[in-house]
């Protein structure tokens, strides 16, 4: 398999990974997050938090277009 094969499925599997989980546990994962570093900068190059920088991110994104949901 090569590289790009691998790159593809590790992204297909995060995608899926991303959206099975729902709100609270994301949340509760940035809580976490906080808790070790101290803010709630996710980055979203970071390989180890890629996904819940992307979901922090989309958050601020619902944020700021008044746009998210109270449920």
């Known amino acids: 398999m090569s590289w790009e094969q691998n790159f593809d499925e590790s992204k297909a599997k995060e995608k899926y990974r991303a959206e099975i989980m729902s709100w609270e546990q994301r949340f ?4 976490a997050f906080k808790a070790h570093n101290g ?3 996710v980055s ?3 390989a ?3 996904s819940l920088g992307q979901w922090v991110s989309q ?13």
């Open 39 to 41: 803010h709630c900068n």
């Open 59 to 71: 958050q601020r994104v619902s944020y700021t277009r008044n746009t998210l949901s109270s449920d």
């Open 48 to 50: 180890q938090n890629k």
């Open 28 to 31: 509760d994962e940035l809580c």
């Open 44 to 46: 979203t190059l970071d």
